[in-house]
């Protein structure tokens, strides 16, 4: 079994209050529809997801948006969702925790964990980190840095880093489940927070490997974001 983890527990604040439906982000309308249903139908789609677990914000949860979406874009694989934070490693953390205390962990084989606010990410792009995940323990989508990377320190470049050796990390990132709720475990115990979860994995000694991704699976966090995203979108359906 291979279960998606969505976080989705913060409110955005650098998209400004766009939306009338909720202060969160992942309801602002892409095309008409929220984002995360966007995000959410890929993986409804992907043959090799099996249930997708979203951590939300409180008021969400007891506002039922997620149920109603669900019904009204006829998702399939979407469970109760967690209460999720503000802090992205936290929401995981409590998607994992719920899978631990549920009968789904002595089914579970991998975890997709993937941003609520990537809409563009596509079912063979999640089903290539699966696969990878199977195969070595940990997937990383990410895709070739196109511009020169300067390392910085107070306001200096220290050095330039060598751009074939350099990717920018994208979502799903994908994990056999043992692996990546043990190095969850850990970061909690030991006050560690991470960037992604690749982080924890490096942190843990344990190697990520590569699955390519795509210069359109894009992350929404800021108004110029969701700009480009209706430009793609519209690229897309007429396509």
């Known amino acids: 079994m291979n279960i998606a983890v969505i976080p989705a527990g913060g409110q955005g604040r650098r998209m ?16 008409g529809v929220p984002l995360i249903v966007h995000t959410l139908r890929q993986f409804d789609l992907c043959p090799d ?17 997620l149920e109603e979406l669900c019904k009204e874009y006829n998702l ?27 009968d ?34 940990a997937a990383l989508c990410a895709i070739p840095a ?4 300067k390392e910085v320190f107070e ?16 979502t799903p990132q994908t994990f056999r489940y043992k692996l990546i709720w043990q190095a969850h475990q850990r970061a909690v115990e ?19 490997f590569i699955v390519e991704g795509s210069p359109e699976n894009i992350k929404i966090t800021k108004p110029s974001d969701l700009v480009l995203a209706e430009f793609l979108l519209s690229q897309r359906q007429q396509n």
């Open 76 to 102: 399939k694989k979407v469970l109760p969702p967690v209460e999720g934070s503000s802090e992205r490693q936290l929401s995981i953390f409590a998607a994992l925790k719920s899978i631990a205390e549920s």
């Open 16 to 31: 400004g209050n766009l939306s009338v439906k909720s202060p969160s982000k992942q309801f602002l309308l892409l095309g």
């Open 190 to 208: 030991e006050n560690f927070f991470a960037t992604d979860d690749a982080m924890l994995i490096e942190w843990q000694g344990e190697k990520v």
């Open 104 to 137: 789904l962990h002595k089914k579970v084989a991998t975890v997709a964990i993937h941003d609520a606010v990537r809409p563009f990410v596509t079912p063979q792009i999640i089903t290539a980190t699966i696969e990878t995940a199977l195969l070595h323990g």
């Open 49 to 65: 997801i099996d249930a997708i677990l979203v951590a939300l914000p409180k008021q969400d949860i007891e506002n039922e948006t």
């Open 155 to 170: 306001n200096k470049v220290v050095r330039t880093l060598p751009r074939s050796h350099i990717y920018q990390a994208q």
């Open 146 to 149: 196109t511009d020169t990377i």
